[in-house]
């Protein structure tokens, strides 16, 4: 017993929970508090130093609880808990994966910096990195992922400011369209064109993947960051977001966090350890049911194309990076209807058990068209690059009986063909 190692998802119903600190409880409650009484002044003073980076700590030594802004109880077990899955050193939950994401940008770019990523990415990212970053004077420049590492490459020294190259950004398998960036490749750009002074980071957003089916930190990333209103939170009914990464990037995000506020509340905190709890056998379920849709789908006569992960050709060169990255094809279908709007809206509008909904990751199968709902800002040219078309629609598959979600898909399509007459 004494050195096996348990699975993470062992481990989610009680890792770094002490149920005699709180009566005997076998779930933490929600600690629902501001600050937290110190015993004595002096430990108080010892929590500051710590806190504010004034002294190393000692060899045992925890941080304190201090003010919820700071930690709190809620807060430190679901960081813990979700470090198992990447392996990683630290954790920080946000109250959003957009203050997740923007917070890693404004600790990682100053101003003269240039910032790489990988497009397309989700929306609010797009929309901080081209309105936000220039207004602090950082230049960010995008490549997609049919660019090989020698066209990035000429990329990043064609802005002539390749000594000032400060982070990499990337998203795979990309969102709507599920192309997959190689992160290794990334990682090794990063190494590239790092400097003495200055090291370029790799941020992966791993939303669609994480944290059971890739582990960007074992390919060369230095920070993974989820919206865990996603899979992690998983029932559509809670916003917020992770970053993870080792103990040095951590101590800074963290930092930052403090000073802009923007953690995760003891209530959300709550809610995610209790989502993590299932987190394992939902992505699993929603796994499988998604290979069975997108095989039926990819047969259906009304249908030009499905992209799916577990429907990549082996020939193709992203079958290797898929096979290298990620051990499951996901939940993510992203669905061509024949025809154009008119088809893909009436597939949507007949579709029963699935919601009509943007977001993804929960427990109930969602449906939407991106080229009219989550990427209508993308300039048409992109749009065409990107395969971001009418006939797209963008499916996550949730935990429902199997034969159910089929049945729906096949008579919206039904519905399409009675239209068309
Ligand atoms: C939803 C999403 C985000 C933003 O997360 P919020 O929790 O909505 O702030 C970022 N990246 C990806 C890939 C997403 O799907």
């Known amino acids: 017993m004494a050195n096996h190692k348990m699975s993470p998802e062992s481990l989610m119903m009680s890792y770094g ?15 629902q508090t501001s600050t937290f009484v110190f015993k004595t002044a002096e430990e108080g003073k010892a929590f500051f130093e710590l806190a504010y980076g004034l002294r190393e700590k000692d060899q ?15 807060l430190q077990i679901l960081e813990e808990r979700l470090c ?17 994401i923007s917070t890693v940008l404004l600790e990682f770019l100053k101003p003269g910096d240039l910032l790489l990523f990988s497009s397309p990415t989700y929306g609010g990212t797009d929309h901080f990195i081209h309105h936000f970053l220039p207004k602090i004077g950082v230049h960010a420049i995008g490549f997609t992922a049919d660019n090989t590492e020698e ?9 002539g400011k390749a000594d000032r190259l400060s982070m990499v950004y990337i998203e795979t398998p990309a969102n709507p369209t599920n192309t997959v960036v190689d992160i290794e490749m990334c990682a090794r750009l990063g190494k590239k064109f790092s400097t003495p002074e200055t090291k370029v980071n790799l941020a992966v957003d791993n939303t ?7 582990h960007p930190l074992k390919h060369g990333a230095d920070l993974v960051i989820y919206s865990a209103t996603k899979y992690i939170g998983g029932h559509s009914d809670v916003i917020a977001g992770a970053v993870l990464g080792n103990a040095e990037v951590m101590q800074r995000v963290k930092v930052l966090r403090t000073f802009l506020g923007n953690m995760a509340s003891p209530n959300t905190c709550w809610l995610l350890l209790r989502s993590l709890e299932t987190l394992k056998v939902r992505m699993e379920a929603q796994a499988s049911n998604a290979q069975t849709v997108a095989d039926v789908l990819s047969k259906h006569e009304l249908v030009n194309g499905v992209k799916y992960l577990g429907l990549l050709n082996p020939n193709s060169p ?47 199968s969602l449906a939407q068209h991106p080229c009219s709902m989550t990427h209508a800002g993308v300039s048409p040219e992109d749009k065409a690059k990107l395969e971001i078309t009418d006939q797209l ?7 429902e009986n199997e034969a159910d979600l089929i049945w729906d898909v096949n008579q919206a399509l039904d519905a399409v063909r009675n239209m068309n007459g």
Do not use: H
């Not at 198992?84 to 997740?100: H, K, N, P, T, V």
């Not at 939940?331 to 007949?350: H, P, R």
């Open 17 to 31: 929970y002490k149920p005699e600190l709180s009566e005997g409880a076998i779930k933490p409650p929600v600690f």
């Open 60 to 74: 045992d030594e925890e941080l304190g609880l201090i003010y919820s802004r700071i930690n709190n109880p809620n």
């Open 84 to 100: 198992l899955w990447d392996e990683a050193d630290g954790c920080a939950m946000f109250e959003s994966g957009m203050s997740a």
């Open 151 to 159: 066209e990035i490459e000429e990329i990043i020294r064609g802005t």
């Open 208 to 214: 669609y993947m994480g944290p059971l089916w890739c």
């Open 318 to 364: 992203d079958y290797e990076v898929y096979k290298k990255q990620y051990s499951s094809p996901g939940a993510m279908i992203s669905v061509y209807i024949k025809g154009g709007e008119k088809e893909s809206f009436c597939f949507l509008n007949n579709l029963k058990l699935f919601k009509l909904a943007v977001s993804l990751g929960g427990t109930e």
């Open 393 to 399: 629609v963008r499916l996550s598959i949730g935990v």
